[in-house]
């Protein structure tokens, strides 16, 4: 499994992402009939996870999809395509499957290819930076004097980016709302990823990751309990308003309105976006992302 799931870090509105990693060992069977084996077997889980109400990934990050169903080899392979020539859809990719957490993996096969992407990766400064480029991408919502931002009455569709933190526009139902994953979560996640990658850490979880990353002299003390502390707010008060919408009758999404936090909340989640995005300006140094364009 991968993305929050993989980190343990799943919540009602998430779908499922997940990939497939295959032995080479095929033994005297044909590598055709593996693969249809392999490709009836993930027609089953999908059929069963959707019986069960679990969505797949809208995106196609799933074990039916041929991209994220391979042998260890062509997955060797493939991550160091995305390494040569890192994109957009590379930076995905390669963040996806830092997080992977193998579910029924007899051969290590999960923990084989998470050990060759994280050598790979290291050998990768291009990659590392485009990465925290993503962490920085989206400011928290706060404006010039520290006043919460929130979204207005406008329209509009998804911008089709799967994975994407921002592929959601606001529309005039979340008119007073702010996104808690677009300017506070993705951005402390993924850039905790990346600096684990840089680091070789091991952790899946970002509580774990944050951990590793003070022991290694990576965060400071202070950096680490300020970012472990937003991030558990942060998440509570994603749970809280996930609750409340399914109470309602509501789709739960990444959206909180300030209106309905008390004041004390308030400070405590502006208090959260500024942690946030001075975790970015050390993302900004680290990686000297000025000089990218």
């Known amino acids: 499994v991968l993305g929050s799931q993989a980190r343990r870090e799943q919540f009602l509105a998430a779908d499922q992402d997940a990939a497939m990693v295959i032995s080479e060992a095929f033994g005297d069977v044909p590598p055709e009939q593996v693969a249809d084996y392999f490709q009836r077997l993930a027609t089953r889980l999908a059929a069963l996870q ?10 196609g990050v799933v074990p039916g999809n041929p991209a994220w169903r391979m042998t260890l080899p ?6 160091a395509s995305m390494l040569r020539a890192p994109d957009a859809p590379g930076v995905l990719r390669c963040s996806m499957l830092a997080d992977a957490r193998g579910v029924d993996d007899g051969w290590d096969l999960v923990v084989r290819l998470r050990a060759l992407l994280a050598d790979m990766v290291r050998g990768a400064p291009l990659m590392l930076r485009y990465m925290a480029r993503e962490a920085v991408r989206f400011a928290p919502p706060l404006g010039m004097f520290g006043a919460l931002v929130v979204e207005r009455a406008t329209t509009g569709k998804s911008d089709g980016q799967g994975g994407s933190a921002g592929s959601r526009k606001p529309d005039g139902r979340m008119a007073g709302a702010l996104d808690l994953k677009r300017g506070g979560l993705f951005p402390l996640m993924h850039g905790v990823r990346t600096l ?6 091991t952790a899946h979880d970002t509580a774990g990751r944050i951990a590793r990353l003070r022991a290694a002299g990576v965060l400071s003390a202070t950096r680490a309990a300020d970012l472990g502390e937003a991030m558990d707010h942060l998440l509570g008060l994603r749970a809280r308003a996930q609750a409340a919408a399914l109470r309602a009758g509501a789709v ?3 959206r909180v309105r300030p209106d309905d936090l008390s004041g004390l909340e308030r400070e405590q989640l502006k208090q959260c976006f500024k942690i946030v995005a001075d975790f970015q300006d050390m993302l900004r140094r680290r990686y000297s992302l000025h000089l990218m364009t």
Do not use: M
Request: glycine share 12%; hydrophobic share 30%; proline share 12%.
């Open 196 to 201: 684990t990658l840089d680091a070789g850490a």
């Open 50 to 59: 959707g019986e069960a109400g679990v969505p797949d990934c809208p995106h």
């Open 74 to 79: 062509q997955w060797r392979a493939d991550v």
């Open 252 to 254: 739960p999404d990444d």
